[in-house]
Nanobody, 128 residues
Framework: QVLLLASGGGSVQAGGSLRLSCVAS????????VGWFRQAPGKEREAVAGIYTNDGGTYYADSAKGRFTISLDNAKRTTYLQLNSLKPEDTGMYYC?????????????????????WGQGTQVTVSS
C-alpha cells in the first residue's frame, strides 16, 4: 500500500518555526527519494527539499537553503522538514512525495514529474 501522511503544519508569525513530518508506508519509503513540495495560493507547486532514504543525502531548492532542514528517521519511516525563520511568502500547502522509480535520482533535480506518490498536504500559514 502506498501511503504518505504529512502533518505538523499550522499558523505562526513571521520569524517562527514549524516542523513538518511525513510518515510513509514501506513501499513509499524504502530506497526512495522523499521530497517536500509547497504550493502557495495562486501559484504552481514548487520543490523545497528532498532526502534519499538509503543514505540520508539531502538536496535543497535555492529558496530553502539556510532556513529549512530536511532529515529522516528510518526506524519510523518518517521524514521531517524543519522550517525556521518563516516568512509570509512561505505560506502554502506543503506536500511530501516519493519518487516514481527507486534509486534516489529524483533527489538531484527535485522535478515534480519524477515523484509519483503524494501525501495529502499540510497547511502552513505565516502572518506578518
Amino acid at each position: 500500500q502506498v501511503l504518505l501522511l504529512a502533518s505538523g503544519g499550522g499558523s505562526v508569525q513571521a520569524g517562527g518555526s514549524l516542523r513538518l513530518s511525513c510518515v510513509a508506508s514501506a513501499f513509499a519509503y524504502n530506497g526512495r527519494c522523499v521530497g517536500w513540495f509547497r504550493q502557495a495560493p495562486g501559484k504552481e507547486r514548487e520543490a523545497v527539499a528532498g532526502i534519499y532514504t538509503n543514505d540520508g543525502g539531502t538536496y535543497y531548492a535555492d529558496s530553502a537553503k539556510g532556513r529549512f532542514t530536511i532529515s529522516l528517521d528510518n526506524a519510523k519511516r518518517t521524514t521531517y522538514l524543519q522550517l525556521n525563520s518563516l516568512k509570509p511568502e512561505d505560506t502554502g500547502m506543503y506536500y511530501c512525495a516519493a519518487d516514481r522509480i527507486r534509486g534516489g535520482n529524483a533527489c538531484y533535480s527535485l522535478r515534480e514529474a519524477d515523484f509519483g506518490y503524494w501525501g495529502q498536504g499540510t497547511q502552513v500559514t505565516v502572518s506578518s
